[in-house]
């Protein structure tokens, strides 16, 4: 019988954590193997809820694992690597402060089991947001898939062992690196190949927009402006090296890109750069 397992990231989410893991309960089935809730470096009642919501749930199947460092690189390494079983049909990545559509997890097992050898990941469609028809175009168009919800064939997972693949600690933009990588199997040429990255019509996921005018949401809000677009600076120079040649964390490269952060930045505006400069100091005082 297929199997299929899932991982959800989980950093500081008290607000969202329930009904994520309830959407997750509610949307699975019969095959659904291990359901691991990865705390990594939660400060708040993360990890207190996951334990409650499993017993509250009767949630066999979940288990919640805490990390000490709070970095959701070295949590994806650390499922992927130490965590992941090999014999699972598909591994699900999702984040959690989203719910899924009816059936997603077991609809989308079958698409990747039905789907070509080619096939290394499908990816859950956007199904809200303010820009939802944008990010639909580029899962169907551009082969972009989210780090919200998206499936990934154990024939690559093995892959991704067998060559050491890992993200650096402390990269901001993981979701385009992650398509690169499964477009290209690894090979992080300029052009995709063909039938690496599928998707479902109607077959997602849903969130809760944030906006910059709601005092709840102000500081998550701009936090993730600041994670993209230093994301896309550390993007420039990874893209400059094989995988194989990557850091193990960004350490070096945030100080560079500090170094000369005003040539990096001189399209971005003024505020843009002011956040990216702040989320640069931050990181750099931690290392």
Same mark, same amino acid.
């Given at each position: 019988?297929?199997?299929?397992?899932?991982?959800?990231?989980?950093?500081?989410?008290?607000?969202?954590?329930?009904?994520?893991? =309830?959407?997750?309960?509610?949307?699975?089935?019969?095959?659904?193997? &291990?359901?691991? *809730?990865?705390?990594?470096?939660?400060?708040?009642?993360?990890? $207190?809820?996951?334990?409650?919501?499993?017993?509250?749930?009767?949630?066999?199947?979940?288990?919640?694992?805490?990390?000490? !460092?709070? =970095?959701?690189?070295?949590?994806?390494?650390?499922? *992927?690597?130490?965590?992941?079983?090999?014999?699972?049909?598909?591994?699900?990545?999702?984040?959690?402060?989203?719910?899924?559509?009816?059936?997603?997890?077991?609809?989308?097992?079958?698409?990747?089991? =039905?789907?070509?050898?080619?096939?290394?990941?499908?990816?859950?469609?956007? %199904?809200?947001? !303010?820009?939802?028809?944008?990010? &639909? &175009?580029? /899962? @169907? $168009? +551009?082969?972009?898939?989210?780090?919200?919800?998206?499936?990934?064939?154990? +024939?690559?997972?093995?892959? /991704? +062992?067998?060559?050491?693949?890992? %993200?650096?600690?402390?990269?901001?933009?993981?979701?385009?690196?992650?398509?690169?990588?499964? #477009?290209?199997?690894?090979?992080?040429? @300029?052009? #995709?190949?063909? $039938?690496?990255?599928?998707?479902?019509?109607?077959?997602?996921? $849903?969130?809760?927009?944030?906006?910059? /005018?709601?005092?709840?949401?102000?500081?998550?809000?701009?936090? @993730?402006?600041?994670?993209?677009? /230093?994301?896309?600076?550390?993007?420039?120079?990874?893209?400059?090296?094989?995988?194989?040649?990557?850091?193990?964390?960004?350490?070096?490269?945030?100080? =560079?890109?500090?170094?000369?952060?005003?040539? +990096?930045? !001189?399209? %971005?505006?003024?505020?843009? @750069?002011?956040? *990216?400069? &702040?989320?640069?100091?931050?990181?750099?005082?931690?290392?």
């Amino acid at each position: 019988m297929n199997q299929y397992a899932i991982v959800m990231f989980a950093h500081n989410e008290a607000a969202n954590l329930a009904a994520s893991v =309830d959407a997750v309960h509610k949307t699975t089935d019969h095959q659904l193997d &291990q359901f691991i *809730v990865l705390a990594n470096g939660c400060t708040d009642a993360t990890v $207190e809820i996951a334990k409650e919501l499993k017993e509250r749930l009767d949630f066999s199947q979940m288990d919640v694992v805490e990390l000490e !460092r709070a =970095d959701k690189c070295n949590a994806w390494n650390t499922y *992927v690597h130490y965590m992941a079983k090999s014999a699972m049909a598909c591994h699900f990545f999702v984040d959690a402060d989203v719910r899924f559509s009816t059936g997603a997890f077991p609809k989308m097992m079958k698409g990747l089991d =039905d789907a070509s050898s080619n096939v290394n990941v499908i990816g859950g469609m956007p %199904l809200s947001g !303010r820009n939802v028809t944008y990010y &639909q &175009q580029l /899962l @169907r $168009e +551009r082969s972009c898939f989210f780090g919200n919800l998206y499936g990934m064939h154990p +024939r690559f997972l093995d892959r /991704l +062992r067998e060559t050491g693949f890992r %993200l650096p600690i402390g990269l901001n933009w993981i979701d385009s690196f992650l398509t690169k990588a499964a #477009n290209t199997d690894l090979g992080f040429g @300029r052009e #995709n190949l063909p $039938e690496r990255v599928i998707s479902l019509e109607g077959v997602g996921f $849903e969130f809760t927009s944030l906006s910059p /005018l709601r005092p709840s949401d102000f500081r998550l809000y701009w936090n @993730r402006i600041a994670r993209y677009e /230093l994301g896309k600076l550390q993007e420039v120079t990874l893209d400059e090296l094989p995988p194989s040649e990557w850091p193990a964390d960004m350490d070096e490269i945030n100080a =560079d890109i500090a170094t000369t952060f005003d040539e +990096r930045t !001189r399209n %971005l505006g003024w505020f843009k @750069r002011y956040l *990216v400069r &702040q989320r640069l100091a931050k990181l750099l005082a931690h290392r």
